[in-house]
């Protein structure tokens, strides 16, 4: 099993451009989350699903949006990059209540 | 929602000294308290976790407590270890079907 994969692992963008960073899971996992973390502000969720079809927001939604066509795919767009979401941005998927985290991407925006 | 606040957010120690990492939570309804580890440049990995329904559980040298009636929970770590250097995030939830709610994370460093 991969696990949880993301790609890019790194990202440059300029402000306004949008782009969507992609997160796969082999694991059949129901729940899939996307979290930023930034220095001092532990792990913040952007977004979440529970199942194909179904996403909610988390607690920093604004600017990103997201799908969840299969259980396997949970990609997350930025709709118009802005500096402030300059930051490390982690996928996860769970089962049982453990979170099983990608390694990330880390991207900045100019 | 949910609120967990976490201290301290950095602590240094010596090579075979303990170390405590603290967290509160404001929900009641939280039963599910997970920690997790961050080595430098490298993803989030649960280490240890516990239910409402016990009080303290061990693995090896990491034990965590949990204290219902206040609303906290602490990851103890005995003899640490260069290797034990890392980021450790505390998280609550409602287990389940519930998204955890995250500290924001203790720098951890140990000198040898």
């Given amino acids: ?110 | 929602g949910e609120n967990v606040e976490q201290h301290p957010s950095t602590l240094s120690v010596q090579e075979g000294d303990s170390a405590v990492i603290k967290c509160t939570y404001s929900d009641s309804a939280s039963n599910y308290f997970p920690w997790y580890k961050q080595e430098l440049g490298k993803r989030p990995q649960l280490i240890i976790d516990i239910r409402s329904n016990v009080g303290e559980k061990k693995d090896q040298r990491i034990a965590v407590t949990l204290n219902k009636t206040a609303k906290h929970f602490s990851l103890h770590i005995t003899e640490t270890q260069p290797e034990d250097s890392a980021v450790y995030f505390c998280a609550a939830s409602k287990g389940g079907s519930y998204i955890p709610t995250f500290g924001r994370g203790t720098s951890l460093i140990v000198h040898p």
């Fill in chain 1, 1 to 110: 099993n991969a696990g949880v994969t993301q790609t890019p692992k790194f990202q440059v963008l300029k402000t306004g451009q949008s782009m969507t960073l992609q997160c796969a899971q082999d694991m059949n996992h129901e729940y899939m989350s996307w979290y930023r973390q930034d220095p001092g502000m532990g792990l913040r969720l952007i977004h979440y699903s529970v199942g194909a079809g179904i996403t909610d927001q988390g607690e920093v939604p604004n600017g990103y949006n997201v799908s969840r066509s299969t259980t396997e795919d949970f990609p997350l767009r930025l709709l118009s990059a802005a500096p402030s979401q300059t930051s490390v941005y982690f996928c996860a998927s769970s089962y049982d209540d453990e979170q099983y985290f990608g390694p990330g991407t880390r991207l900045t925006v100019t």
